[in-house]
């Protein structure tokens, strides 16, 4: 939940730190410090609130120095208060952390017996401490050694030794990528961070520890061994992590979603929509011979796409299809088989939820499949296969375009599974997906209109958003994407459930957003439209196209394209992503790091 980064070489590194902690603050923005070595001396900054305020002190002191770490914070374990800010230090030693130490109560009253005196209220001071006791009669290097075999929990750590011109740099649970430039290396929690400086990346696996120097670094296990290691060329570039024209990263994402499910197509389906050619070699024996059930886990509105999921499998491939909340499905012993397939959805890959949830069922025996957005992040990495979401990076805090190519990576699974069961290749609904980019185009040069309901309708305090079938998990979405970043209270439901207990609360001041586009749940949508109309509740429709009867039932309007049913989530979610950000920008929030989130939630 924390961003860390480090750098040595040849430069004056305070620049390098901060434009880097500039690209990771998605991941925690409520302090952030650096720390330079100088001449066996380490200098710390640190200050609690956004990035600017490290900004000013750096600007006013102006270390010296080519050698430094610095973090961005997401508070766990004490206030997010300057002193609890990273780096650490004790001693010689200064460190930064990202992660949770489970056992630092215990490690915490050891060190206090041994003498040492804590000045934070975090549990990664610890670390500092545990290495300079450790340090007595060890080298650097063995002292680290030594303090990793204390550490339970999760961890991805920068250590800085007053007197050695290296970082050395340790990962277990926590994403760590090390960049590798030329008289110079870098290493980061993501790889937004680095992408200025380099393209060559080595992704470090849990359990690895490895010891950069300006010239050279190498790579460790936990007892010293050596270990090989892969350099992968990354042609990412730079400005897909930029904000551009744009006022927030979130607007920008919102309308690169046309860019982004093209890329997601791209390789994929094949020959105008002929052929489907999706890799997952790995598991095709598996889905032919033996797959019986899947479960999706993921969170948030990755677990949004997967209630998609749900329908679109289910619909397409006739395999039963469970969703899960990842949190809920490890602690509550689920049954799972060798003919179960276990989907884990998550744009970052780093989520401890998802990422425990499918250890657990791989060690049950089930096959696992992730679906994710970031490169050789951890969930794809302990999965049997991975079909990558090519949404690029996605800085916004809340999940747009994340969200819709999990929805084309999904309806591309499903009718690959549907080809494997039954032989039969879905030709018209994989030709129909090549139209869904020109579509959501279509969508969004249209957003001046719902710019004006925003303006209409900011001011309200609470809203119902209903759906039915594969929009129901749209409803769930829009709320999401208003609760967040306009802290606006909103509640999804099944529109057949609104009799059931949330009509109560509709009035004139609860405006209702509904999903009412033509498909074969249409007319028991008019019905729930009307009911809430004749409880003065107001009313705004999301319709298809040419429906223009459905005016006298409601307030407002928005259409969105005529499709095949399957198809109408990529259309519904965009209008209500476009509502939650412009009443956001209105009220005046921090739309791309709105209060007390992160994007990669890495605690459980
Ligand atoms: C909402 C949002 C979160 C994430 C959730 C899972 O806009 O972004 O709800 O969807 O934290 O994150 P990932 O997909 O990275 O596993």
Known sequence: MCGIIGYIGDKNCSDILLQGLSKLEYRGYDSAGIAILNNNNITRLKTEGKLQGLYAKVYLEKPEGTIGIGHTRWATHGAPTTINAHPHSAGKFTIIHNGIIENYKELKSYLQKEGAIFSTETDSEIIAHLLDLNSKNLTFEEAVVKTI?????????????????????????????????????????????LLEYTKRFIFMNDGELAILEKNSFNLYDFSLNSKEYKIETLNISPLMAEKGNYKHFMLKEIFEQNRSISDTFRGRVLNGGEKLDLDTSELNDFFKNSLKRVIITACGTSWHAGLVGKYLIEHLARVPVEVDYASEYRYRSPIVDE???????????????TLFSIKMAKEMGAKVLSICNVFQSSIPR??????????????????????????????MLAIHLKECKTGELDVKLLKELLSIPEKIDGILQNSELILELAQKYHHFRDFLFLGRGLNFPIALEGALKLKEISYIHAEGYPSGEMKHG???????????????????????????????????????????????????????????????????????????????????????????????????????
């Open 502 to 604: 949330p009509i109560a609360l509709v009035d004139e001041d609860m405006p209702t957003i509904i999903m009412a586009t033509k498909n074969n749940q249409y007319e028991k949508v008019l019905s729930n439209l009307q009911e809430i109309r004749a409880r003065s509740g107001k009313v705004i429709a999301i319709a298809t196209e040419g429906n223009n009867s459905i005016k006298e039932f409601c307030d407002d309007i928005f259409f969105v394209p005529e499709s095949s049913a399957l198809l109408e989530p990529f259309f519904t979610v965009i209008p209500l992503q476009l509502f939650a950000y412009y009443v956001a920008d209105i009220k005046g929030t921090d739309v791309d790091q709105p209060r007390n989130l992160a994007k990669c939630v890495t605690v459980e």
């Open 382 to 411: 302990s999965s049997d296969a991975v079909l990558y979401t090519y949404a690029g990076p996605e800085i916004g805090v809340a999940s747009t375009k994340a969200f819709t190519t999990q929805l084309a990576v999904i309806i």
């Open 339 to 353: 003919n179960s397939l276990i989907i884990a959805i998550s744009q970052s890959g780093e989520t401890a939820d």
């Open 149 to 193: 075999s204390k550490l339970e929990g999760a961890f991805a750590v920068l250590v800085l030794f007053e007197e050695a011109e290296k970082i050395v740099a340790f990962k277990q649970h926590s994403p760590m990528v090390i960049g590798v430039g030329s008289g110079e290396m870098f290493v980061a929690s993501d790889i937004p961070a």
